[in-house]
Nanobody, 122 residues
Framework: QVQLVESGGGLVQAGGSLRLSCAASGRAFSSYAMAWIRQAPGKEREFVAAISATGGRKYYTDSAKNRFTISRDNAKNTVYLQMNSLKPEDTAVYSC???????????????WGQGTQVTVSS
């Protein structure tokens, strides 16, 4: 069982930056692939980024490439999402997820956090 708690969301102006954190408790964090997935009001969940258990592989959705960076610190049981050059369309609830398989989709993740709100004003 893994518990995930996100933090770092907030209100930022377009062009600004935020760093999201996801702290994990429970067993074997370092054995899980991790992902960030977002959901905007009235829209379906959208995959943002994922990282393998060791951190050696990273995947991004096209809209996140060159702006967002996913990373992890297995010693701290934490995964991060550094978001730069934020746009109003990035406004969403961002959730982290953990699973045994690294994937670039929203389905199939075993554990989810409750999410943190990111709001980007124009």
């Amino acid at each position: 069982q893994v518990q995930l708690v996100e933090s770092g969301g907030g209100l930022v102006q377009a062009g600004g930056s935020l760093r999201l954190s996801c702290a994990a408790s429970g067993r074997a964090f370092s054995s899980y692939a991790m992902a960030w997935i977002r959901q905007a009001p009235g829209k379906e969940r959208e995959f943002v980024a994922a990282i393998s258990a060791t951190g050696g592989r990273k995947y991004y959705t096209d809209s996140a490439k060159n702006r967002f960076t996913i990373s992890r610190d297995n010693a701290k049981n934490t995964v991060y999402l550094q978001m730069n050059s934020l746009k109003p369309e990035d406004t969403a609830v961002y959730s982290c997820a953990a699973g045994g398989i690294l994937r670039m989709i929203t389905q199939g993740w075993d554990y989810w956090g409750q999410g943190t709100q990111v709001t980007v004003s124009s």
